[in-house]
């Protein structure tokens, strides 16, 4: 007799299936990060955080730990350690990363689009 995993098992389930966003950094997000002046660890952890964001982004369960959270429309803000956060925009199949900044520079930006 041959063991054979559940239906409903995460692994064979369509979410799981599911291929990775394709993800765009604009100039403007690069500029950003030069701007800020991050630490090598600290650039480690944002370019974590954009590969996580692409595997999981839709997918609320897998992507709770990231803290993501809907900004304005279809502006979404990821936070990276305490004080630095992402914008990025969710379109069909593509998320376009747009600025990065602390809290205060998120604010204002959100509030010019």
Do not use: Y
């Not at 098992?9 to 990775?20: A, V």
């Not at 765009?24 to 630490?39: H, I, N, V, Y």
Request: glycine letters at 8%; a positive charge; proline letters at 5%.
């Amino acid at each position: 007799m041959k063991p054979t995993e559940p239906e409903n098992s995460s692994l064979t389930s369509p979410e799981h299936s599911k291929p990775s966003w394709n993800v765009q950094l604009e100039k403007r997000f690069l500029r950003c990060l030069t701007k800020a002046g991050l630490s090598g660890k600290e650039v480690a952890l944002v370019d974590q955080a954009i590969s996580r964001i692409a595997t999981q982004f839709g997918r609320p369960h897998e992507h709770s730990g990231l803290g993501i959270c809907r900004m304005k429309g279809d502006v979404f803000e990821c936070r990276i350690g305490l004080d630095f956060r992402l914008l990025f925009r969710s379109q069909p199949h593509r998320l376009v990363f747009f600025f990065a900044g602390n809290h205060d520079e998120i604010r204002r930006e959100i509030q010019r689009l």
